[in-house]
């Protein structure tokens, strides 16, 4: 192990190991981060979902856009699995449907960075008890 | 490379620590292993959340999921539906106490919601074993900036303008404190941190050493480039052998890197850091006693002045602070002196962390800005009062400290509003009451413990106390006067004048607190031989009633002493002159004939 020197070379090293808690430091406000929720339930790992969530870990980091990527339940659109749903700070929750590869491209390239809408959207039609605090 | 999607946090504090919280590790690692997901999901081990109440506890990261009073065997449910079906696991969940319903994300937890970490940030947060979780946390970087950038005198004014006060009770100023020790010239210096934390029902400094160890010497080192210290010395009680442990593990790891040991950050500046070992006398938490304690003489104070920053280890300069206290200096450093000091009111500064204990539904460990109200910590972060019971008392300040009644509830507490009301901040221990206490007790409770940690070397605390609990005794029994109470008052005031050192000077606070907020409890006592709480045995009798009783003899049968007597099929009678008061009776009795008056 190198001895630190200099404030530089603290500087440094934590630079190198930062990311290793950035989930933990992310995980602190949320809201502030882009959510990506992948809908892992039987129906969604059957249909792909986990090379789909491991594609929005990946890339997310290699394009420098700090999101918190997570796994929740069956959504209930198991006709459209797998699922993503993706929530930009500030604004509403939005389901995508029928994620495969290039879609997630496409939803990192367009919605996350950019904030346009594209097809396959499956729209809201519930309410949860969280919505309504 | 492995790139971790999820991180899994398990307390590794005492408390959860006992409850087999190193098996939940184990099997969750196990578990990963089996499911191939150990480059996914890293299971960490960290210090303490503060929520004793509920361990051991188990937080999902990042979607903040906060399981308690979990059990090694539930490793499995967590890793099959949380991590791998994206379920949460609702029989873990934390349940709210008065709505009952499920709280999944620990944003949503009262018990966290109130609470501002500066002390505890990294409690709960980082593997405390791990020096590189502290870095990537800025840990160090305070250090950094002080050996590179400021002077010496720089350093103490930034810590005098943050008005932070010294943590371990008596509130004195830490920066004056730094610098007075920098003003008194000497070849050798000392920084020595305090953590012999004694009151009963604290353990906020363990906690801080458990889980963020590196915090500390990281303060020690800031203190001592300020002071021009060259050792440091962490006097810490051998009863806590997991600080112990970590601490031991921390220091190695920074000597590794260079952090601590000869010319830190390729400057001139060297300083290290050796641990002394307490036996857990409580005067020991006095400065002056811990200092001849570490010099391996008796734990006894001696007279201030001179105080330890003219004489202090070994007749050198020291700088004596507490745990607490050390733990924020980084940060204060870090985000500045106004940042610091625009938290907190106007003579207290920045946050206070307490233990709650006693008879409240979150037991555990707390931080808020200083000013906040006993009400806002009691009834909204601790939740309430256990079992629906009605709030009575809060000790503050353990067994140098007061009870707080009702009337206190929406009181900021700060270091000046506790002792104008009687009580005082001591270390921060918490300990709440409910209808049932008996306040007379509860000063014996105190008194007791004073008595026996009296290091003995003065006449007012080693006879004074032994004889406020001789009368406090008397009272319980049944066998005070009147004439007990003023003269348990008078002599309250003579030791506290006249003691030699904090231990005695403040030991008679709980009796005049107590005096002052329940005269009426000790005057029940005294005239009608009643206990209002029911709870000393001396004052209470156990009666039947006998148009309940319907000669059972199961009360009789269940006596250990025979003090019941009666024909089957009659009514029964106790003997008060036998009966012992242990309850056996009461329990058995089908039919509510038993009561006590």
Redesign the interface.
């Known amino acids: 192990m190198s001895q630190i020197k200099s404030l530089a070379d603290l500087k440094k090293k934590r630079e190198e190991i930062k990311t290793g808690l950035d989930l933990r430091v992310k995980a602190i406000d949320p809201e502030n981060h882009v959510q990506v929720k992948v809908a892992m339930a039987t129906c969604g790992i059957a249909s792909g979902a986990k090379p789909i969530m491991e594609f929005f870990v990946e890339q997310l980091d290699r394009r420098n856009i700090p999101g918190i990527v997570t796994q929740t339940g069956c959504m209930g659109y198991c006709f459209a699995e797998p699922t993503v749903e993706i929530k930009l700070p500030g604004k509403d929750p939005v389901v995508f449907g029928y994620v495969d590869l290039k879609r997630a491209d496409l939803i990192i390239e367009k919605y996350i960075k950019e904030g346009e809408l594209i097809d396959g959207i499956i729209p809201v039609n519930y309410e949860t008890i969280d919505s309504k605090e | 490379m492995s790139?971790?999607?999820?991180?899994i946090?398990v307390c590794g504090g005492t408390g959860c620590h006992s409850s087999q919280s190193d098996a939940i590790v184990w099997n969750l690692r196990d578990e990963l292993e089996a499911k191939g997901l150990t480059d996914q999901v890293q299971v960490i081990l960290t210090g303490c959340f503060g929520f004793c109440e509920k361990g051991p506890i188990v937080k999902v990261?990042?979607?903040?999921t906060f399981y308690v009073q979990v059990k090694p065997e539930d490793a499995q449910t967590i890793v099959e539906e949380h991590i791998?079906?994206?379920?949460k696991v609702t029989r873990l969940l934390y349940r709210d106490p008065e709505t009952k319903d499920t709280v999944g994300d620990s944003k949503h937890m009262g018990f966290f919601k109130k609470q501002l970490r500066i002390v505890l940030r990294n409690c709960g947060?980082?593997n405390p074993e791990n020096i590189?979780?502290y870095?990537?946390?800025?840990g160090?970087?305070a250090l950094?900036?002080v050996?590179?950038?400021m002077t010496p005198q720089q350093v103490i004014q930034e810590i005098k303008d943050s008005g932070q006060r010294g943590r371990g009770g008596a509130g004195f100023p830490t920066g004056l404190k730094w610098e007075i020790a920098s003003k008194n010239k000497s070849d050798e210096k000392y920084v020595v941190c305090n953590a012999d934390e004694g009151d009963p029902g604290a353990f906020m400094d363990r906690s801080v050493l458990e889980g963020d160890p590196h915090s500390v010497l990281e303060a020690m080192a800031i203190c001592g480039y300020a002071i021009g210290a060259a050792h440091g010395l962490i006097y810490i009680r051998a009863e806590y052998p997991l600080a112990v442990h970590r601490l031991k593990v921390a220091i190695a790891q920074a000597r590794?890197?260079?952090?601590l040991g000869k010319k830190i950050?390729?400057s001139d500046f060297s300083f290290d850091v050796d641990l002394r070992y307490g036996a857990g006398a409580f005067v020991c938490g006095e400065e002056t006693a811990l200092i001849h304690s570490m010099e391996g003489l008796r734990g006894e104070p001696t007279i201030k002045p001179p105080f330890p920053a003219e004489s202090g280890f070994k007749g050198k300069p020291s700088n004596v602070n507490n745990v607490e206290t050390l733990a924020a200096i980084p940060i204060i450093i870090l985000k500045g002196a106004n940042w610091y000091n625009k938290i907190g009111t106007e003579k207290s500064k920045g946050t206070k962390v307490f233990a709650l204990a006693g008879k409240i539904n979150n037991v555990g460990l707390i931080e808020v800005p200083m000013g906040t109200t006993l009400r806002e910590i009691i009834f909204e972060i601790g939740g309430g009062i256990r079992d629906g019971k009605k709030f009575k008392a809060v000790q503050t300040g353990g067994p140098s400290g007061g009870c707080l009644t009702e009337k206190h509830l929406d009181t900021p507490i700060d270091f000046d509003n506790l002792v104008a009301a009687g009580s005082m901040m001591g270390s921060g221990g918490m300990i709440v009451m409910d209808e049932d206490n008996c306040m007379v007790s509860v000063a014996k409770f105190f008194l007791e413990f004073t008595v026996e940690e009296s290091c003995g070397k003065c006449a007012p605390c080693r006879i004074g106390n032994k004889r406020l609990h001789e009368l406090l005794n008397q009272i319980t029994d049944g066998k005070g006067t009147m004439d007990d109470l003023n003269r348990l008052r008078n002599m309250s005031l003579v030791i506290k004048d006249s003691a030699l050192c904090g231990l005695g000077q403040t030991s008679p606070n709980p009796v005049l607190s107590t005096l002052d907020n329940f005269m009426d409890e000790y005057v029940a006592h005294v005239k009608d031989k009643k206990c209002p709480a029911g709870k000393c045995k001396n004052l209470m009798e156990y009666y039947i009633i006998p148009e309940n009783c319907v000669g059972c003899t199961a009360c009789a049968r269940v006596c250990p002493v025979n003090a019941i007597s009666g024909q089957r099929k009659e009514v029964h009678q106790i003997n008060p002159d036998v009966c012992i008061k242990c309850g056996a009776c009461k329990e058995k009795c089908k039919f509510d004939a038993i009561i006590i008056r």
């Open positions: 790139r971790y999607n999820m991180h946090l990261m990042p979607d903040n791998i079906k994206g379920r947060f980082i590189d979780e870095i990537a946390r800025e160090y970087m950094g900036k050996i590179s950038e590794e890197y260079g952090l950050f390729g």
